[in-house]
């Protein structure tokens, strides 16, 4: 089955971090650009950042790039999301989508061939 699964939420006070999972299953991850998003309550969904196949990142909100940051682990067909700092305001639904992108092209826009279901992402004041 070809699915991308969110892990590793939670529920965080103000200035503590997570590290979210992105793990593929049914297709090799490393030749696909990957990318977070999140949604919070009442908003859209916004895109965070990207990693290329080649391993280019590229953020769509410069404003976290002091304190989200993106690694893939290909042993785990895996891309994680590290947050740290994190703030009340970064409450919402975190999600990965993958594009199949095996020459390393930019991962700056969609579309995304897959979603995951979004794991949630609590921080409290």
């Known amino acids: 089955q070809v699915q991308l699964v969110e892990s590793g939420g939670g529920l965080v006070h103000t200035g503590g971090s997570l590290r979210l999972s992105c793990a593929a299953s049914?297709?090799?991850?490393?030749?696909?650009?990957v990318a977070w998003f999140r949604q919070a309550p009442g908003k859209e969904r916004e895109g965070i950042l990207c990693?290329?196949?080649?391993?280019?990142?590229?953020y769509y909100l410069e404003s976290l790039k002091d304190r989200f940051t993106i690694s893939r682990d290909n042993r785990k067909n895996t891309v994680h999301l590290q947050m740290n700092g994190l703030k009340p305001d970064d409450t919402a639904v975190y999600y990965c989508?993958?594009?199949?992108?095996?020459?390393?092209?930019?991962?700056?826009?969609?579309?995304?061939?897959?979603w995951g279901q979004g794991t949630q992402v609590t921080v409290s004041s």
């Open positions: 049914g297709f090799a991850l490393d030749v696909y650009a």
């Open positions: 990693m290329s196949s080649s391993g280019g990142i590229e």
């Open positions: 989508g993958a594009d199949f992108r095996p020459h390393g092209s930019s991962c700056r826009t969609g579309p995304w061939d897959f």
